[in-house]
């Protein structure tokens, strides 16, 4: 079992960035795909974006492609999510989730298996 804490959420300005962090704990992060989820109020957690164990692959939502880069530091059991030119749309609580051991990421809710408190971010127009 993996314990994820999200952190870096806030309220931003439309057009600046914020970088959230994602530290595990439990097992070694090099052990899981990792990923990126948002839900607004009244709509279903959406993806962001996932990165691979080890390679770096990373994948990305459709709104946040070219925006958004996400990147993980295994020795420090960490995953980051840059957020840059955030829109008012971008706001949402921002969930930090982990895969199964050995696994690849998914670009579904149902392919991750433990999940992080979450983070408020509110972009303001």
């Known amino acids: 079992q993996v314990q994820l804490v999200e952190s870096g959420g806030g309220l931003v300005q439309a057009g600046g960035s914020l970088r959230l962090s994602c530290l595990a704990s439990?097992?070694?992060?090099?052990?899981?795909?990792m990923g990126w989820f948002r839900q607004a109020p009244g709509k279903e957690r959406e993806f962001v974006g996932g990165?691979?164990?080890?390679?770096?692959?990373?994948y990305y939502g459709d709104s946040v492609t070219g925006r958004f880069t996400i990147s993980r530091d295994n020795a420090k059991n960490t995953v980051y999510l840059q957020m840059n030119s955030l829109k008012p749309e971008d706001t949402a609580v921002y969930y930090c989730?982990?895969?199964?051991?050995?696994?690849?990421?998914?670009?579904?809710?149902?392919?991750?298996?433990?999940w992080g408190q979450g983070t408020q971010v509110t972009v303001s127009s």
């Open positions: 439990g097992r070694p992060l090099s052990w899981f795909p």
């Open positions: 989730a982990a895969g199964p051991i050995f696994g690849a990421p998914a670009q579904k809710r149902s392919g991750y298996n433990y």
């Open positions: 990165i691979g164990r080890s390679d770096g692959t990373t």
